[in-house]
């Protein structure tokens, strides 16, 4: 089930991306610390939504975006799934979510990835295309319309 998440699940965002990110962070030496996590996070709730994913009621994903451009364009800020429920069709689930929410008001959802996450294969495979290079990270966007 998806529903949208309030800033009282902060805490429990900033352990997925414990979990699911600072792993792959770790390997490329890079990412946030804790602080600068939790700080980002505060600031897609104040700035856009953030929707969880629940398995008998425990938080087991979570995607944040904003709205930029009158609502024309959609950031995916974070998308995050627990390692063990990987590879099950959540992340897609999520990221349709959003796509139904707001293809009749956005046209472009994009997002920014490092270049070496694997995730880089999920976005491509659900359409997503590179269209700039950014040091370590590509830009990757999906035209809905
Ligand atoms: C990236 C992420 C959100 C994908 O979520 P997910 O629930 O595992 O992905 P799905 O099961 O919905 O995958 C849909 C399709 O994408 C592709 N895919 C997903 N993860 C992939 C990976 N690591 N490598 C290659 N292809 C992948 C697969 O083709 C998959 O279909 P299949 O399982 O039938 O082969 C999840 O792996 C994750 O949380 N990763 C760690 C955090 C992260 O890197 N987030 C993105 C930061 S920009």
Redesign the pocket.
């Known amino acids: 089930m998806i529903k949208k998440l309030s800033r009282k699940y902060l805490g429990e965002i900033v352990v997925l991306h414990q979990e699911?990110?600072y792993p792959?962070w770790d390997k490329l030496n890079c990412g946030l610390s804790n602080k600068e996590v939790k700080d980002f996070v505060l600031d897609v709730f104040l700035n856009g939504d953030v929707y969880g994913f629940f398995i008998n009621n425990n938080l087991v994903?979570t995607i944040g975006f904003e709205l930029f451009n009158h609502g024309n364009k959609c950031e995916i800020s974070?998308?995050?799934?627990k390692k063990e429920?990987?590879?099950?069709?959540?992340?897609?689930?999520l990221i349709d979510y959003v796509k139904e929410k707001f293809h009749k008001k956005s046209n472009i959802i994009f997002?920014?990835?490092?270049k070496e996450?694997?995730?880089v294969?999920?976005y491509k495979?659900?359409g997503f295309n590179i269209i700039q290079e950014k040091n370590n990270k590509y830009l990757m966007e999906k035209r809905l319309k």
């Open positions: 699911a990110i792959i994903a974070f998308i995050l799934v429920f990987q590879r099950k069709g959540i992340g897609k689930q997002l920014e990835v490092l996450n694997p995730a294969n999920f495979k659900l």
